[in-house]
C-alpha cells in the first residue's frame, strides 16, 4: 500500500506520514495521512484519494470491497521515522516502548530528537531517557496548551505560576474628596 501510495504523494508534494488497514468487523479501512510544508488541506486529501483510489483499483492492489480514508495527521501527528523524529525535536511528545524499563512504558516531555538510531525524551522532572528506536511501540506530537506559560520569564516555583501581588488601591468615596 505504502508502495503506491508514496509515489503518487511525491508527485502532488505531499509526505505520506502513515498508512495503515485496520479491519473494523468485516469492513475494511485504509488509512493514509498525509502533510505538506504549510499543512495539507480537504481538497489536497479529497484529490489524492481518488488518484489513490483509481490506481488501487487499476492494480487490483487490495482484494475486496474496502474504505479509503485520507487525512492531515492532526495536532497529534504519530512519528514513524528517525527522520520524523528528528524534524520535531523540541516538540513535546508522548512515547510508548514495546517492553517496561524499569517498570515504566510511557515517557512524556520535550523530543531530544535522534541520535544514532536512538530516540530521547526529556521527562517533566528533567531526566534525560533514551531509547533504541526498535524498542519505540509508538511516538507521537502532543499539544500542552500550557507550554507557553511555562517557559514564561521570571516564573517562580516548580509549577511554573507566577505568583503576582495584588495591591488594593484607595479610593475617595462618593462624598468624601
Not at 50 to 71: A, F, H, I, K
Not at 150 to 159: A, F, I, M, V, Y
Request: with cysteine; aromatic share 6%.
Amino acid at each position: 500500500m505504502r508502495q503506491l501510495a508514496e509515489p503518487l504523494a511525491e508527485d502532488s508534494g505531499f509526505e505520506v506520514v502513515d498508512v495503515e488497514q485496520v479491519f473494523l468487523g468485516r469492513h475494511r479501512v485504509i488509512r493514509v495521512l498525509l502533510d505538506k510544508p504549510g499543512g495539507i488541506t480537504v481538497g489536497d486529501c479529497a484529490r489524492f484519494s481518488r488518484r489513490l483510489s483509481d490506481c488501487l483499483d487499476m492494480n487490483q492492489t487490495v482484494t475486496g470491497s474496502y474504505q479509503l480514508e485520507v487525512s492531515s495527521p492532526g495536532i497529534e501527528r504519530p512519528l514513524r521515522t528517525l527522520e520524523a523524529v528528528q524534524r520535531f525535536s523540541g516538540q513535546r511528545v508522548a512515547l510508548a516502548t514495546r517492553e517496561p524499563r524499569e517498570g515504566r512504558r510511557h515517557y512524556e516531555g520535550m523530543l531530544l530528537g535522534a541520535e544514532d538510531a536512538r530516540v530521547g525524551v526529556r521527562t517533566d522532572d528533567g531526566v534525560d531517557h533514551w531509547f533504541e528506536w526498535a524498542e519505540v511501540k509508538a511516538a507521537r506530537l502532543v499539544v500542552d496548551p500550557w507550554a507557553r506559560l511555562r517557559k514564561l520569564p521570571g516564573q517562580n516555583g516548580p509549577s511554573g505560576r507566577r505568583r503576582r501581588e495584588v495591591r488594593a488601591q484607595e479610593r475617595p468615596r462618593g462624598g468624601e474628596g
